[in-house]
């Protein structure tokens, strides 16, 4: 062999036959082919030499692939292959949380209450949405973000349903991942015009954190699409920021400098007027932080 021929792939193939890898393949060979059917162990007899090397090499990473992802998957690990897809502008910059907290290895929803201090789901929802879920409730979220409300929404609801709704493509994405083995979650795109739910299906319109930044237009828009989706006595339970409250004052001094953009801020009376004025009723408040937390019946 030619000092000149090293670098080069056709070289080095020659210089493969030339050194008879075939035959020092062969025992290897044989022993892998000894189980095959006669013709596929006829192919694998007589396949290229360095073929053969590449055909075991990608068969046997894929084996070690599977062997880690079904290890992983009986520790209690994700390891779905799906991907979100990419963020889009209305995602609100949960596609950095899922960055970041996946980095720290923590789950999404407990990094945004721990990291970012946002308001626990749990005590919120114990006292103010639970009473009103039952075992077969059909509830309809809106605004789902990460799923920070509904994973605890999921073991109420055993035998009923939970359709999520988001306007943002790459929450709906995040949502079909996080719930792929949840068989009773539905993921849905809204954006308040229309809700794609039949008429009469509902128990429960639920939203946290989204009617805090809603305009009038919008409140009114949903306030239909729930009158309409909604059984008789269903409810609607979202919390908004009540201006005529104290903690609403202060939120509304403290975050306009950065903020400004973001929130809305109504009075009690005004956010009534509007659900009233499709037919609802109103059964209480509760005040947690900024947010107050109104619950409306379709009597
Ligand atoms: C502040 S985040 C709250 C997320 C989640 N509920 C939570 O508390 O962690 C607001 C959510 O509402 C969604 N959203 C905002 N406007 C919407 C609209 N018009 N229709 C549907 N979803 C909307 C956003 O994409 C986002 O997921």
């Known amino acids: 062999m030619s000092s000149n021929r090293s670098g080069n792939p056709q070289c080095f193939r020659a210089a493969v036959s030339e050194f008879d890898f075939i035959k020092q393949l062969s025992i290897l060979r044989k022993f892998a082919t000894a189980n095959l ?88 929802l ?29 073991p109420l609801i055993g035998k009923g349903k939970l359709h999520l709704f988001d306007h943002s493509s790459w929450i709906r994405s995040h949502l079909k991942n996080y719930f792929s083995k949840v068989e009773n979650v539905y993921v849905g795109e809204c ?20 009617f805090i930044e ?9 306030a239909k699409e729930f009158w309409r989706i909604l059984k008789r006595n269903g409810y609607v339970i979202f919390d908004y920021i009540d201006i005529s409250t104290e903690e609403a004052w202060q939120h509304l001094k403290s975050q306009s400098a ?7 801020y109504h009075c009690g009376h005004t956010i009534d007027k509007v659900f009233a004025s499709v037919g609802f009723t109103v059964l209480e408040r ?6 107050t937390y109104v619950v409306f019946q379709k009597i």
């Open 126 to 154: 114990r006292k103010v949405v639970f009473p009103y879920i039952e075992q077969t409730s059909c509830v309809c979220e809106i605004g789902a973000g990460t799923g920070r409300h509904a994973r605890h929404i999921i």
């Open 214 to 222: 809603f305009k009038l237009g919008t409140i009114l828009l949903f």
């Open 37 to 124: 059917p006669a013709r596929r162990r006829q192919r694998w007899l007589s396949a290229d030499s360095l073929d053969l090397v590449n055909t075991l090499h990608s068969k046997i990473a894929a084996g070690l692939k599977r062997l880690a992802r079904r290890f992983l998957s009986s520790l209690g690990y994700d390891t779905s292959k799906r991907k979100p897809s990419k963020a889009d502008p209305l995602c609100e910059g949960f596609d950095r949380y899922l960055f970041e907290s996946t980095k720290a290895g923590i789950d999404v929803n407990d990094w945004i209450e721990e990291q970012l201090g946002w308001e626990p789901a749990l005590p919120t």
């Open 191 to 210: 954006d308040g015009a229309s809700i794609g739910l039949a008429a009469d299906s509902v128990d429960l319109c639920f939203s946290n954190g989204a």
């Open 258 to 264: 950065v903020h400004h953009r973001t929130f809305t």
């Open 286 to 291: 509760h005040q947690e932080d900024k947010s």
